[in-house]
């Protein structure tokens, strides 16, 4: 077995890896890579191998950047199946319509600009009909169920505990038992089921987002959440939540769920003003075989992401009314980064009040708008315009999907035994891959490897 690292090699995005098994070529993950325009243009368009010689595509979720890219490796010659879990298949097919059309749309944008420079048109690097062809090739898979991406070669998925559909990938081949992590969920998190450790491996690849970091526990974050929206109710604030429209949303309703329990919700309305975010949640209350115990339990009696109180928004028009009303209310929109979507519009009413709250609930890659804003900016710009950062800001950092240092050391030494050579570590800037080397020598572990681009290992 021979692995080329192509993508989400010491970084954190663009998930790309190419397996050759007795001259078969089949790829895990085609995800988009995701930074500056002109780099992501370069590293994008152009795979660094033939779409048409991959037989088989392997899936550990739906994440754009880590199935992203797959409607155009099939415009580049791709014609093979695409295995992933039936849930990852059902948000695969809303987030790669989604990323369609945002890449339509901006394109349509750019090349006016472009126009009047009296430079040529661009093309997207794929279209909405292009995304249209991808679906039919998503190939269900249930968990723990064994498939051949290729000849001689066994996969099976088992739980990743990221986001609902999420998968370990363990391929087998004669003597090589090969575990890819995909995104590694947290333990003790609410709605779908903990990772689960594969055992007797040979080889490992892992992510390495947040080795070297500790994240909060859960608990704390729902007692912070509390105290937020009480602070809210005393100054009647509008509470505004960017969240992804994958997981973040979901958990915090469930969230909200419990605080409405408590009764911390009495008088605040709640509102979902997300179409992407609503598509999503249908697809969770659709895979219940994805949840724990205590959500499956919760689920039998009544929906998990609804409860008094609170309203789903589709209707952009119905959307405006609630820039037009008072609080206190919570509004929980899309995009979590404030890149685009609801939340921007949200936040144009409501930033320059210094009686609103702004509370972000996940990751903010350097130079966004969510990232100004946590960062302290006094004003900053939506659309054409600048504005005053008045609002009060809070962040809850400890709702992230991924496993965290402490998570990533455990699961290596669960599923460590004497059979296990190497461990490649993947999906994570080179200061975290790092650390999460160190830390795992220190336990013991051998042949920890942080490949480069292109690297390439016989296995």
């Known amino acids: ?77 791709f014609t093979g199946p695409i295995y992933c879990t039936p849930g990852t298949r059902d948000i695969a097919e809303i987030l790669l319509l989604d990323s369609a059309k945002i890449q339509e749309a901006d394109y ?146 469930t969230m909200l769920k419990e605080l409405n329990k408590r009764k911390v919700l009495e008088g605040i309305p709640a509102y979902v003003d997300s179409p992407l975010a609503t598509d999503v949640t249908e697809v969770f209350i659709n895979h219940p075989e994805c949840f724990d115990e205590e959500t499956y339990a ?19 028009e119905e959307s405006k009314t609630l820039n037009r009303q008072t609080g206190p209310m919570i509004i929980i929109s899309a995009s979590g980064m404030c890149e685009g979507g609801r939340v921007t519009h949200h936040l144009i009413h409501s930033i320059e009040d210094a009686n609103n709250i702004i509370l972000m609930t996940g990751f903010q890659a350097r130079g966004t708008l969510g990232w100004k804003i946590v960062e302290g900016a006094k004003e900053v710009r939506i659309f054409n315009g600048a504005y005053q950062v008045k609002a009060q800001v809070f962040s809850m950092s400890g709702l992230s999907a991924h496993a965290d240092g402490n998570d990533l050391v455990e699961y290596v030494r669960a599923s460590s035994s004497p059979a296990l050579k190497n461990v490649f570590l993947v999906h994570g800037d080179i200061e975290a891959a790092v650390a999460l080397k160190v830390d795992l020598e220190n336990c013991g572990i051998k042949n920890v490897s942080i490949p480069q681009f292109m690297t390439r290992v016989a296995l």
Do not use: W
């Open 298 to 316: 919760e689920f039998k009696k009544t929906n998990p992401f609804n409860f008094p109180g609170l309203r789903y928004i589709q209707d952009s």
């Open 108 to 253: 349509s944008y750019l090349n006016k600009k472009r126009a009047d420079q009296g430079h040529p048109a661009k093309e997207p690097l794929y279209t909405v009909a292009d995304a249209e062809r991808t679906l039919p090739m998503l190939t269900p898979v249930p968990y723990k169920r064994g498939f051949e991406p290729v000849k001689g070669v066994t996969a099976t998925f088992h739980d990743a505990g990221h986001i609902l559909g999420s998968a370990i990938v363990l391929l087998e081949a004669e003597r090589h038992r090969i575990v890819f992590s995909g995104d590694l969920g947290r333990k003790n998190m609410p709605i779908i089921k903990d990772p689960a450790v594969v055992s007797d491996i040979t080889d490992l690849i892992i992510e390495s987002t947040y080795g070297g970091r500790e994240h909060d526990s859960f608990e704390d974050m729902i007692d912070e959440f509390q105290r937020v929206i009480g602070i809210g109710k005393k100054k009647k604030s509008k509470i505004i939540i960017p969240a992804f429209a994958v997981e973040r949303t979901q958990l915090m309703l």
């Open 1 to 77: 077995m021979e692995i080329t690292f192509v993508g989400a090699a010491r970084t954190v995005t663009g998930s790309l890896h190419l397996f050759e098994y007795d001259r078969q070529k089949f790829i895990i993950e085609c995800g988009l890579y995701q930074g500056h325009r002109e780099e992501s243009e370069r590293i994008n368009r152009v795979f660094p191998f033939k779409p048409a010689d991959i037989k088989s595509a392997i899936l550990s979720h739906a994440h754009i950047d880590h199935s992203g890219n797959l409607p155009n490796l099939i415009k580049s010659g």
